[in-house]
């Protein structure tokens, strides 16, 4: 970054980017036209407090660099553990998905690039899928979430039978973002970014960045009371998504899973209790769709 900078002691302005996990910031270089992100590993601002910030900041550069070539992605320019574990990449002046669905703006063509992307993400970093670890990461999330006993207790009982389900094929394992939440797809030029991959895994499922995605805009529609009004909308999505039937019906089949996971991330956040509560009834009635 600074060898494209003409005058090194030029004004930098400072943006916060709010909400984010972590403390973020873009930085404006006056007069040089150039901005960049940086994320502060270890300034975290989200639920999620104890972790190796170190790691994480490795983790999400080494992976940028890896992934750049096979999606969108912000540059990775730099990365430092003395400034609170800080990883520096290049600004993208774009909307995010977020912004998309709140506004209910060109909606569906929005969510076929993300399917696009997506794509491309999970079939050019085919691996093996480590099942074990993947419901590991989901009951640890699990304990951290704010539900009574009698709740959590039918919740595991459920996610226990589907640990155990052939529908989950080990052979099928890929890259995903395991945060596929609308704030970290960005729109600039018609094209989609993914951004924070802090959480990526290589032997993920890819029903778990499709079932969080459709989550989230069911979550947008239950909260205008319109919850049917999704439908169309992930059918697109998954039809985007899959290759023919074959693979379309595949994911269909396990998707219930990572819907119910994703529902309950929202209800996590989610500050009116009768919505958190309808997610979370939600987020249990799925787990009953075990593929037999």
Same mark, same amino acid.
């Given at each position: ?14 943006? %916060? ?23 502060? /590993? ?14 994480? +900041? ?16 912000? #540059?990775?320019?730099? *990365? ?16 995010? *998905? ?10 569906? @063509? ?7 992307? &997506?794509? %491309? ?8 899928? #480590?099942?074990? #670890? ?62 924070? *991959? @802090? /959480? ?20 947008? *529609? ?40 994703? &529902? ?9 209790? +009768? ?6 009834? %939600? ?10």
């Amino acid at each position: 970054m600074g060898r494209r900078i003409r005058d090194e002691k030029c004004v930098i302005r400072e943006f %916060r980017i709010r909400p984010a996990s972590h403390r973020v910031c873009r930085y404006e270089f006056e007069g040089e036209g150039l901005s960049a992100m940086a994320k502060f /590993l270890a300034q975290p601002r989200g639920k999620i407090k104890k972790y190796d910030a170190r790691k994480a +900041m490795l983790k999400e550069y080494y992976k940028l660099k890896r992934l750049k070539n096979i999606i969108d992605v912000p #540059e990775p320019i730099d *990365f430092s553990s003395r400034f609170n574990c800080v990883l520096v990449t290049e600004y993208i002046p774009g909307k995010p *998905f977020s912004w998309h669905l709140k506004n209910e703006k060109n909606l569906d @063509e929005k969510i076929e690039v993300i399917a696009s992307l &997506l794509s %491309r993400l999970h079939r050019s970093t085919r691996s093996y899928y #480590e099942k074990e #670890e993947d419901f590991k990461e989901i009951r640890s999330n699990l304990k951290a979430m704010p539900l009574c006993s009698s709740t959590r207790k039918i919740y595991e009982q459920k996610l226990e039978e589907w640990q155990k389900s052939p529908f989950l094929d080990k052979n099928r394992g890929c890259t995903i973002h395991r945060d596929a939440t609308p704030a970290n797809y960005l729109f600039y030029r018609d094209k989609a970014y993914a951004i924070d *991959f @802090e /959480l990526s895994t290589e032997h993920g499922n890819a029903a778990n960045d499709l079932g969080i995605l459709c989550a989230e805009i069911f979550h947008h *529609f239950a909260r205008k009371g319109m919850a049917s009004t999704y439908v169309p909308h992930i059918k697109r999505f998954l039809r985007s998504y899959s290759r023919d039937e074959k693979e379309y019906h595949r994911i269909k089949r396990v998707l219930p899973l990572y819907v119910s996971y994703g &529902l309950l991330r929202v209800a996590w956040r989610e500050k009116k209790t +009768m919505h958190r509560e309808y997610l979370i009834n %939600r987020a249990i009635e799925l787990l009953d769709r075990l593929p037999i």
